[in-house]
């Protein structure tokens, strides 16, 4: 029984009571679908959320717990399931745990666009769907190249289980590649250029420091760093020098660098830090030097390298890690003889300076180092030589120069002792240490009274005549031998060329020429003046100095033809010839005959304008003239160097 004032919390009961009564039938309808009967329509306004697992690639083995709102709704889930649950309209919350053997981290993971981040909001009766995609991140394994110094410029081939997947990388350079999940050898190899024999390999990161084993975890990146440490060592250039104080100045190298410029004898380049390995050493010509001078040679003696050898400028030698290694480059300075010639007595000649050595002091195959002239035309060097040797001098005496019209004396001591380790020296021997400059004089005394003779070649025309001639002279009956240093031209002027031949024995000669290159003598006549006026040979009393003049004048050539008609059967001859006014006639070689092509004769003639083809001899017949002659008379103008023809035809008279 209520009284009246309690009217007011009698009607707040009634709607707490109302509420909950509402509150129980809703989550009725929730737990147990259908439970509550009404109206049709009230059947399909359900709100619901399927929840859908897909996974890439496809057949992805992880189980995932896939959960609305915190709470876990399908434990386990596989590739490819889904749920299904009826909810309030509002927002929820869709997501998801790892399963079992599963770890997320290997997952990207992606909401379809109906709950982006895991958010889906839903109204009455709305059913909507959330796929969690989950892909599968690649399994990798990143190999770094790493060194000290940072700078350094070896190249290497980056391997995974002995398969190279990066060739010739540079430090700071790595590589990712996919492999499968599980243990994997990292390592690398020397690319060409390098060797690795000059680092310390250190690795790091994922993979172990002494079997260099890295484990790929599935879908996750590991790395492994290799470092190389270059190892290094020292290399010193030292100069050297015989004499001791030579003047030199060598630019010492190391690897293709001056690490010294003009350094002196007894300088280096100190110790250079250069990197284990093999490196070249050299060097070139300092400020006022020339390296030609000298004889080098190289020592690289160390506890590690032994004796290398080099070529004039350069060398290598290997440096072993933390070794020093010196290279003493040796210069030896070549000591010069220069030889003199002095005349007595008036004598003129010409000499071939010999120089022998030890193996052959008698000068047996001695070298020919120069000609020595009388009068003096200078000395013969300075010579640049071996030093520590005894050196053994001669001369030939150069034809025509006659061997017996003299003597020879030598001076080879004048600036040093005439012996070598207590053996007197001869005369013509000189001893030669390494920087020495010594000098020799040889002395021709002439014994006989001679002669000399100049021999000149005149060409007529000389102006850019290219022929050439080898002058020759023959003493008495002996055969001619060439005269001069070779073939003379026929000068620039109408002066033409000389040799000269000196210190002749008084006599009778011969002189003569042959032709070099493409001269043919016989398209030249030849006169001799001066002392062989008229003929070539001639006679030289003691002390002549006279000239003998060979002027070559230039011929014309001519070819005659003989044409008969008829020829078949014919016997004639015919003698070819030419004629000029108040001179005697030059017949044309032999008699020609009568042939089907007809006869001709080719001769050199000298130049003149008043020549006429004529013939004689044949038969009662009519002649004409044809080719480079006159038609009328057979007249032909001939000039030096000219090659002309002439046809004589001949045709029997009522032919």
Request: aromatic share 6%; hydrophobic share 30%; net charge negative.
């Amino acid at each position: 029984m209520f009284h009246r004032g309690d009217d007011s919390r009698r009607s707040a009961l009634l709607k707490r009571s109302l509420a909950a009564l509402q509150a129980v039938v809703l989550l009725a309808s929730v737990l147990v679908p259908g439970l509550i009967a009404g109206p049709a329509s009230a059947a399909t306004s359900a709100t619901t959320i399927t929840v859908a697992k897909v996974c890439v690639p496809s057949t992805d083995t992880g189980t995932f717990d896939l959960r609305l709102d915190t709470v876990t709704k399908l434990a386990a889930a596989r590739c490819g399931s889904s749920f299904k649950v009826p909810v309030t309209p509002g927002t929820h919350t869709v997501g998801e745990t790892a399963g079992t053997n599963t770890d997320l981290a290997t997952y990207t993971s992606t909401f379809s666009t109906s709950c982006p981040g895991g958010s889906i909001s839903l109204t009455a009766g709305q059913n909507k769907t959330c796929t969690i995609t989950n892909t599968r991140k690649p399994t990798t394994i990143t190999v770094s190249k790493v060194c000290v110094p940072s700078g350094d410029t070896g190249r290497f081939n980056l391997q995974i289980d002995t398969v190279t997947v990066l060739a010739g990388a540079r430090c700071g350079s790595s590589r990712t590649v996919s492999v499968s999940p599980g243990p994997h050898t990292v390592g690398e190899t020397a690319y060409p250029g390098t060797s690795l024999a000059g680092y310390v390999a250190t690795y790091s990161g994922d993979c172990t420091a002494d079997t260099h084993i890295v484990t790929a975890v599935s879908g996750q990146n590991v790395t492994c760093t290799i470092t190389n440490t270059r190892q290094t060592g020292t290399l010193t250039v030292r100069k050297v020098c015989v004499p001791v104080d030579d003047p030199g100045k060598f630019n010492l190298r190391i690897d293709g660098v001056v690490r010294t410029t003009d350094a002196t004898c007894g300088q280096s380049t100190g110790a250079i830090t250069v990197p284990a390995g093999t490196h070249t050493f050299g060097e070139t010509a300092g400020t006022g030097t020339s390296l030609a001078n000298y004889v080098a040679t190289y020592d690289c003696s160390t506890p590690t390298a032994p004796t290398i050898g080099g070529s004039l400028t350069s060398g290598s030698v290997s440096i072993a890690p933390q070794a020093d290694v010196t290279c003493t480059i040796t210069n030896k300075r070549k000591p010069t003889l220069t030889v003199y010639k002095e005349c007595v007595g008036g004598l003129v000649g010409k000499w071939d300076l010999l120089v022998g050595t030890v193996q052959n002091p008698d000068l047996t195959n001695a070298r020919d180092v120069g000609h020595l002239y009388c009068p003096d035309a200078g000395p013969v060097g300075p010579l640049a030589l071996l030093g520590d040797t005894t050196y053994y001098l001669g001369e030939d005496a150069d034809y025509p120069t006659d061997p017996t019209g003299y003597t020879a004396t030598y001076d080879c001591n004048l600036q040093g002792a005439p012996t070598v380790g207590g053996i007197l020296l001869p005369s013509n021997a000189v001893h030669l240490a390494w920087g020495d400059v010594r000098t020799c004089t040889v002395t021709n005394t002439k014994t006989v009274q001679t002669a000399t003779l100049t021999v000149t070649k005149v060409c007529d025309p000389y102006a850019d005549n290219p022929d050439t001639f080898q002058l020759t002279l023959a003493a008495g009956v002996s055969e001619p031998v060439n005269i001069g240093d070779g073939p003379v031209g026929c000068g620039t002027d109408a002066s033409g060329t000389s040799v000269l031949v000196v210190d002749l024995a008084p006599g009778e000669y011969t002189v003569g020429e042959t032709a070099t290159g493409k001269t043919n003598l016989d398209s030249y006549a030849a006169t001799y003046s001066g002392i062989c006026d008229g003929s070539a040979t001639f006679t030289l009393a003691a002390d002549d100095n006279v000239t003998c003049t060979i002027t070559n004048t230039k011929l014309a050539r001519i070819t005659v033809t003989k044409i008969c008609d008829p020829w078949d059967g014919n016997t004639d001859t015919f003698q070819l010839r030419l004629d000029r006014p108040n001179q005697s006639s030059i017949n044309l070689g032999e008699p020609v005959g009568c042939a089907e092509v007809g006869e001709w004769r080719t001769a050199y003639v000298p130049p003149a304008t008043d020549y006429y083809v004529s013939e004689t001899g044949g038969g009662n017949y009519t002649s004409s003239f044809s080719g480079d002659c006159s038609e009328a008379d057979g007249a032909i103008s001939l000039a030096a160097g000219d090659d002309k023809t002439c046809t004589i035809t001949n045709t029997a008279s009522g032919g």
